[in-house]
Nanobody, 122 residues
Framework: VQLQASGGGLVQAGGSLRLSCTASGRAFMTYNMGWFRQAPGKEREFVAVFSSSGRSTYYADSVKGRFTISRDNAKNMVYLQMNSLKPEDTAVYYC????????????????WGQGTQVTVSS
C-alpha cells in the first residue's frame, strides 16, 4: 500500500482544513486508516483512526469534537476534516495504514504517507 497525504497549509486560528490521503494498492478495505501528527521536537502522536470494519472511529482527546475522520473505500481515500484549529495543532500530519491494535500506537502501522504540513497562526 502506498499512501499520499495532501491538503495541508497555513490557516488562522479558528479556521478549517481538510486533509486527504490517497491509497494505492490492494486490500485498502482491510486496513485501519489512521492520522498522526508530529510537531518539531515532539514524538509522533495519534490523532484519529477509522477502523477497517467501517464501524468505529477514535480520536485523541485533544482533537475530539473538532476533527472528523472519514473514509471512502470505493475511492481508496481517507479524510481528516479539521475545524476550530488551534496553534497547538501545528504539525506535519501523516496518514497511515495498519491491521494491528492498538490504534493509537504508530508502531502498529505498516505504511505511511509522506506527510503534509499544517500551520495554524494565532
Amino acid at each position: 500500500v502506498q499512501l499520499q497525504a495532501s491538503g495541508g497549509g497555513l490557516v488562522q486560528a479558528g479556521g478549517s482544513l481538510r486533509l486527504s490521503c490517497t491509497a494505492s494498492g490492494r486490500a485498502f478495505m482491510t486496513y485501519n486508516m489512521g492520522w498522526f501528527r508530529q510537531a518539531p521536537g515532539k514524538e509522533r502522536e495519534f490523532v484519529a483512526v477509522f477502523s477497517s470494519s467501517g464501524r468505529s472511529t477514535y480520536y485523541a482527546d485533544s482533537v475530539k469534537g473538532r476533527f472528523t475522520i472519514s473514509r471512502d473505500n470505493a475511492k481508496n481515500m481517507v479524510y481528516l476534516q479539521m475545524n476550530s484549529l488551534k496553534p497547538e495543532d501545528t504539525a506535519v500530519y501523516y496518514c497511515a495504514a495498519g491491521r494491528i491494535l492498538p490504534y493509537s500506537d504508530p508502531s502498529k502501522y505498516n505504511y505511511w504517507g509522506q506527510g503534509t504540513q499544517v500551520t495554524v497562526s494565532s
